[in-house]
């Protein structure tokens, strides 16, 4: 059963990029057929997928992100990144790594709790 851990600053500030790091342990993120995504929970509202990088290195965005997400890897580190750019305060979540098919996810990352503020 493989592992995930996010790792990046817990603060950013408004109009800044935030980026995130997903560390994969315990298996390999070119495995067929799996799908690598980044998921939020801002405060007191529902989990907010934002997009997902595929085995074969292919990247799928939600549309509500689409203008200011980037996805990548790095297959030697086993390691996925999130990049969501221009953020403001209502950005700030809990932002989880997870590893599925498609939108079904098996396995997450503990969480990593981001804050915009300046």
């Known amino acids: 059963q493989g592992q995930l851990q996010e790792s990046g600053p817990g603060r950013v500030k408004p109009s800044q990029t935030l980026s995130l790091t997903c560390t994969v342990s315990?298996?390999?993120?070119?495995?067929?057929?799996?799908?690598w995504s980044w998921i939020r929970q801002p405060p007191g509202k529902e989990l907010e997928w934002l997009g997902s990088i595929a085995y074969s290195g292919s990247t799928n965005y939600s549309p509500f992100f689409k203008s200011r997400t980037s996805i990548s890897r790095d297959t030697a580190k086993n390691q996925f990144t999130l990049q969501l750019s221009s953020v403001t305060p209502e950005d700030t979540a809990v932002y989880y790594c997870?590893?599925?098919?498609?939108?079904?996810?098996?396995?997450w990352g503990q969480g990593t709790q981001v804050t915009v503020s300046s």
């Open positions: 315990g298996g390999s993120i070119t495995t067929k057929y799996y799908d």
């Open positions: 997870a590893r599925g098919f498609g939108l079904a996810w098996d396995t």
